[in-house]
């Protein structure tokens, strides 16, 4: 069986981090599968997805680490020839993947206990995101 | 079909690297599936999963790149909160990612000659884990 | 249902990219699943697969981040055991993934509208690659 949604999220950009974890399990309870997997895409090339304790410390370090590696005050080719200041966006969305896949059974999300799912928008403005909630299993 | 497993890993923690190849093919035998894809999923927030070779050069290296841009020594704003020093942990983990998803045929994985599956636990003391290896297929 | 295939590129190694989204769509096509999930697998550990906007601008970019930090002018614990100088293709590939999973439905990739598969060659030298696609679904 394979059941396809659409989670809507209103970001302000700028690594701004959803915790989307309630919202993939009640789409596991819509879908009528009772084990199997969740992959949760992001259709965007500035957005990505992971897993993260959710508290403000983690989110702190976690933007920190971004700002570190992919500094966004530096120079961009992207930048240089399309002029939207978001080629940091892009090349964070790249390393951290746009593709989750979490397994489940009987209707319940396996995961940890302090392990929540993150949706996190790079881009440099805000903005109306529709996620890939694909289900497959039994 | 579905399949859900469990794998047991006690570990040292700070980076400790298992390769659990084998342990993930041994489950697909045990799981009658002949093909499909296999989730390895690290149900908590200081652990991850890819691949690498297994050789002590790659695996020294592995941990010199996360110690460059993930330092432990700098400050985390999560210990500042919770005081037990695995602010870098927590990063790394969600850097790398809890998830890995391998496809198999014929019940082999299809993986190159010199790739293994490694679990590395991030956190910064010994830990039981337990991962869960989540069959679908045919 | 489940259906492998497999894609062979020819690469110039070096961090070369290849967009592989028209490959993988038609490979949909062929394995008359009409929704669910491709893994897109590199059976390879210097080499990685994840999406970006596939212009020359982000593209230049994404290979000055990994010359940033998985610097090849550094000396690499593999390559002192080895003496085949691709330490830094291995710890690339391994920080990126092998491993891609994408929703599919009605036949089509969600993928966003800039959003483009990519696999990158991290080794030192051309290679032959083959690439598994493992296509899940009903």
Redesign the interface.
């Known amino acids: 069986?394979?059941n396809?949604a659409y989670l809507q999220v209103s970001t302000n950009g700028n690594t701004d981090i959803h915790d989307i974890t309630t919202k993939v399990e009640a789409e596991i309870l819509r879908s009528e599968v009772a084990?199997?997997?969740v992959?949760v895409?992001?259709?965007?090339?500035t957005s990505a997805v992971?897993?993260?304790?959710f508290?403000?410390?983690?989110l702190?370090?976690?933007r920190?680490?971004f700002d570190?590696?992919?500094n966004p005050e530096r120079p961009?080719?992207?930048?240089?020839?399309?002029g939207d200041g978001n080629?940091h966006s892009?090349?964070r969305?790249?390393?951290?993947?746009?593709?989750?896949?979490?397994?489940f059974?009987d209707r319940k999300l396996?995961?940890?206990t302090?392990?929540q799912i993150?949706f996190v928008d790079f881009d440099n403005r805000p903005r109306q995101r529709r996620l890939?909630l694909?289900v497959?299993?039994?």
């Open positions: 069986m394979v396809t084990s199997g997997l992959t895409f992001c259709p965007s090339s992971t897993t993260i304790e508290e403000n410390g983690c702190s370090d976690f920190s680490l570190e590696i992919v961009y080719a992207h930048n240089l020839r399309w080629g892009h090349i969305a790249a390393l951290l993947g746009p593709s989750l896949t979490v397994p059974s396996l995961l940890g302090w392990q993150i890939v694909q497959v299993g039994d």
